[in-house]
């Protein structure tokens, strides 16, 4: 429950329910800390049972209050695992989902205009009084330094299908277990590209296969253990991006498009500070980035993007949002013939870029 100006909300993060109510129904809600009824709520109020129960039913239709004879929802039974990250994680999580996009054509005029106003803050920080040291400048030439400076956001794509051995090297790069670890709390613990926090690795891959060469399109869990796609859904019927990433049409061509979610039960057995759905989170980074290295190490066409359409990926995956939910998702497809730069989205004013000498070493 908070503020938020003068209204009162009150925000249920097992349920996604969000409503302003009357402040007057935070001591209803504290009354009923246990199982009683209404007339026992109107004694202690000192008000009419017809009071009482207009204040009774509001709630419960929100679902703020529920009734003993009804079962909590298996949402409900999930979020109580998060029991001690809670209320900070739960509604955080909740609070972040199914967000809607603004268009980024207008986004981004919107923010064009702001700028006139309202500059953006500086992109880099400084300690003006401080002494400074010069750094030799860094090596650009080697295969290394050059996937990491030729990283880039593509958003456009080749028509050609994505070679099956393309795929299966990007997933095993990123989630592949390459070696098991024992220890005295774990039979097996999973070694894999990325570090993970206390190796409990709750990050898991989903693939939307669209056009990967020799398999079939639709959803796949990826089991970094054997090396294997296990098809949880074919195609729907007209399955477009924007039902997984709105307001982003130009990943329409991308022929794989990845899902990162996490499996909190992982990190609950181990952390019990919600700390550790931040850890979740940056796990996520960790392997989306060595998704799109690995991309650019293969010559391909990568892309990462936070505008996710939570609740529908889960929803096709089978996922329930809570106990496990999807985080990132990532995308490849081939560079589309002659384009050497990255692509902006199409109605986006131009992007001049310049090579910084500072740090890096000419090419
Ligand atoms: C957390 C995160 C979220 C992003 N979300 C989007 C997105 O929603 N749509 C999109 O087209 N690109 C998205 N991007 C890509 C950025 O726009 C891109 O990284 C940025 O413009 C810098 O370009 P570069 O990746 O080529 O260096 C995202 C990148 C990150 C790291």
Redesign the pocket.
Known sequence: MYWRGRWFFVHNYATGRVATLPAAAAPVLQFFDGWSTAAEYATNAGVSTTVAQTAISQLLANEFLHSSTRRPSPNEEAMARWDRWNPAAGFFHDATRDVRFVDPIEGGRALRQKARTVPPPPPIKRYPRARTYDLPRVETSGEFPQVLLTR??W?QFGKRPLPLASLAALLGYTGGVHKWARTGSDKRMPLKTSPSGGARHPIELYVWARRVAGLPAGLYHYGGDRHQLERIRSPRARVGIERYLPS?PWYDGAAAIIFFSAVYERYLWKYTSARAYRATLIEAGHQCQTFCLAATWLGLAP?????LADSNIEHDLGLDGIAESVLYAAGVGVRPSGADV?SM?AGSPPMRVQANRRVFKPC
């Open positions: 880039r956001t958003r982003q892309f990462c993007t936070m505008a990255q989205p």
